[in-house]
């Protein structure tokens, strides 16, 4: 069964970091595209940031760029989001997800079940 499970969510202040991990398992994602979404209350679910499988290709959306990092570790079948700077508006559950299309889309092949990030003001 494939697996990617999401962890490091929780509740931070302003200003505050916060590392995300997601951990693959039932297959190898070393040739696949991966990345973060968020979805927020009421809202759909959005891409954060992307990441091809060398790791040389990244992409971010514009609210996040500068604060965000994404990394990935083949070896590992792992892929990480530094947050740092964080913001009340980052408030939301974020979804790993793996796919072959650059960048990932919402129709990604694979998904996690999301964990919580929570900023307060």
């Known amino acids: 069964q494939v697996r990617l499970v999401e962890s490091g969510g929780g509740l931070v202040q302003a200003g505050g970091s916060l590392r995300l991990s997601c951990g693959a398992s039932?297959?190898?994602?070393?040739?696949?595209?991966m990345g973060w979404f968020r979805q927020a209350p009421g809202k759909e679910r959005d891409l954060v940031a992307t990441?091809?499988?060398?790791?040389?290709?990244?992409y971010y959306v514009d609210s996040v760029k500068g604060r965000f990092t994404i990394s990935r570790d083949n070896a590992k079948n792992s892929v990480y989001l530094q947050m740092d700077s964080l913001k009340p508006e980052d408030t939301a559950v974020y979804y790993c997800?793996?796919?072959?299309?650059?960048?990932?889309?919402?129709?990604?092949?694979?998904w996690g079940q999301g964990t919580q990030v929570t900023v307060s003001s």
């Open positions: 990441i091809n499988p060398s790791g040389g290709t990244i």
């Open positions: 039932g297959r190898t994602f070393s040739g696949y595209n």
């Open positions: 997800a793996a796919g072959r299309s650059w960048p990932l889309t919402s129709t990604s092949d694979y």
